[in-house]
């Protein structure tokens, strides 16, 4: 288990200081590295001198939604002097996170301190929204005490309308901690992905959501000045299972 001083990883994030992104850089590679091994990861704050904002460290789980605003959140994360880990599971669905024991092995290696789910998407394809609403409450049973927050699904193109899934997720998860993308106008790459630019419009929105009055926690996060390439944790694809619980 990898233990790094505060010494050694204290850095000031500005856009002048070269050696402050590559010591950030490390500590992340490192830490990815070893959530990738499975091991258990150490708490690790970065001490900035230009920002007053909770250090938090984020989790990030989701859909293949992630592949679009992972990375656009991976720089407001950045941006900001947050840890950031994301987990894509191509085609995921409640039911699947639930029936599984990734997001409770997630947390255990990665300690975070707060939470980000991204899913139901591809819930909308299907019915049964009982056992889907009981698949929301174990994912957030798995999360237990953990602040977090729940993307909603956008609308597929080719589904005519909502089966019950947003209101469902909204219902179970709380007001003020799901944020509704169902009637978002963005630009689509097919029937289900936004394009690159309306996915940032996605994730400018949500973020500002996330940083207001409207949320169980706000946290604030800085406006990347910089785009860094994405650093995800593990990427699954559509037909992989899960781990058994």
């Not at 708490?43 to 230009?50: P, T």
């Not at 920002?51 to 407001?76: C, E, K, M, W």
């Not at 840890?83 to 029936?99: G, L, M, N």
């Not at 901690?177 to 690159?196: G, V």
Request: hydrophobic share 40%; net charge negative.
């Amino acid at each position: 288990m990898k233990r790094f001083s505060l010494a050694a990883i204290a850095v000031l994030l500005s856009a002048s200081t070269i050696t402050a992104q590559i010591n950030t850089d490390d500590i992340l590679d490192s830490l990815i590295n070893d959530v990738q091994q499975g091991k258990d990861v150490e708490n690790v704050e970065i001490s900035l001198e230009q920002s007053t904002a909770l250090q938090h460290r984020l989790l990030v789980i989701g859909d293949d939604q992630l592949q679009g605003i992972g990375p656009i959140l991976y720089n407001y994360a950045y941006a900001t002097g947050y840890t950031i880990f994301t987990s894509i599971w191509v085609e995921s669905t409640t039911k699947k996170w639930a029936f599984s024991s990734d997001l409770r092995q997630l947390i255990k290696k990665v300690k975070p301190t707060f939470v980000i789910v991204c899913l139901g998407t591809h819930d909308l394809a299907g019915g049964d929204i009982p056992t889907r609403a009981q698949a929301a409450k174990t994912i957030m049973e798995d999360i237990g005490n953990i602040p977090f927050v729940w993307i909603g699904p956008v609308e597929v193109k080719t589904i005519s309308e909502d089966p019950g899934v947003v209101p469902m997720l909204r219902k179970t998860v709380g007001e003020d901690r799901f944020y509704d993308s169902y009637n978002l106008r963005l630009a689509r790459e097919d029937e289900i992905h936004p394009t690159a630019e309306a996915c940032q419009k996605w994730v400018d929105s949500f973020v500002e959501w996330l940083g207001s009055t409207e949320t169980a926690q706000p946290i604030h996060f800085d406006t990347p000045k910089t785009v860094l390439p994405f650093k995800n944790v593990e990427t699954h694809k559509a037909s992989y299972q899960g781990k058994k619980r």
